[in-house]
């Protein structure tokens, strides 16, 4: 199994910046595709941002230009930079990760329990 724990998120004024991370923990062969995707009180679940084990990387366009997304393979973990932020930011922020348990698994999807982040106008 594959935890994922986030942690970052918290109340900012609208332009304010906020981190957030995620480690990822447990019994697993590789990580490959780590990501933030948030859900919008009402609205479904999108991505913000995904990384490659590589570092190749995709940003909604929303974000694009204001949000880092960054990695680090030896500690397992994702971070994601967000600057100039808006009260549109406002969501539940998750962390996802596509793992292999073993080296015959397949990938599987992981995802956090969501940290909050709030922007103020």
């Known amino acids: 199994q594959v935890h994922l724990v986030e942690s970052g998120g918290g109340l900012v004024q609208a332009g304010g910046s906020l981190r957030l991370s995620c480690a990822a923990s447990?019994?697993?062969?590789?990580?490959?595709?780590m990501g933030w995707y948030r859900q919008a009180p009402g609205k479904e679940r999108v991505l913000v941002a995904t990384i490659t084990s590589g570092g190749s990387t995709n940003y909604a366009d929303s974000v694009k230009g204001r949000f880092t997304i960054s990695r680090d393979n030896a500690k397992n973990a994702v971070y994601l930079q967000m600057n100039s932020l808006t009260p549109e930011d406002t969501a539940v922020y998750y962390c996802?990760?596509?793992?292999?348990?073993?080296?015959?698994?397949?990938?599987?999807?992981?995802w956090g329990q969501g940290t909050q982040v709030t922007v103020s106008s």
């Open positions: 447990g019994l697993f062969f590789s990580i490959n595709t």
């Open positions: 996802n990760a596509d793992a292999k348990r073993t080296i015959l698994s397949a990938l599987r999807d992981y």
